[in-house]
């Protein structure tokens, strides 16, 4: 498997694939195999970038050794029994209640509402339709 090294710490390795994005079959077989590797304690796999941060046990598994089973894995040729599939879309209660807007991530919403507000009251009509159209066919996503 070729990848990128993103990011690494002590017990903790972001890569990149090169091939970009990945589908549900990919995702569970890459999931699976890394999950496989003696030493690996946590895989998550994002497949809108193609990106895995795999935490592990450096004191069982050197980082070395760890990017060296990453590179023989071979996506194709991986088989992964059924009742090891990880449904991903049921977040449990404790996920939603660990998960927190970053103090970075309000304040840029913050300025991104005070925006709006401004261009609202200030703006003539015409020019609040003209600009709201604008920000409507720019969207990039839902």
Do not use: C
Not at 81 to 99: A, G, H, Q, T, W
Not at 104 to 131: H, N, S
């Amino acid at each position: 498997m070729k990848f990128t090294i993103k990011n690494e710490l002590e017990n903790r390795i972001r890569i990149r694939l090169k091939d970009g994005k990945l589908d549900y079959v990919k995702d569970q077989r890459l999931s699976y195999a890394i999950r496989k590797i003696k030493g690996v304690k946590e895989v998550r796999v994002y497949r809108r970038t193609g990106g895995v941060a795999i935490g592990f046990d450096s004191k069982v598994l050197p980082k070395d050794k760890l990017i060296t089973a990453l590179e023989k894995i071979k996506l194709k040729k991986i088989w992964v029994p059924e009742d090891e599939f990880v449904d991903e879309s049921k977040i449990s209660l404790e996920e939603i209640k660990e998960r927190r807007l970053t103090p970075d991530a309000k304040r840029r919403i913050r300025e991104k509402i005070a925006l709006e507000t401004v261009a609202d009251m200030v703006l003539p009509l015409p020019l609040q339709v003209g600009y709201h159209f604008f920000q409507l066919v720019t969207l990039k996503s839902l």
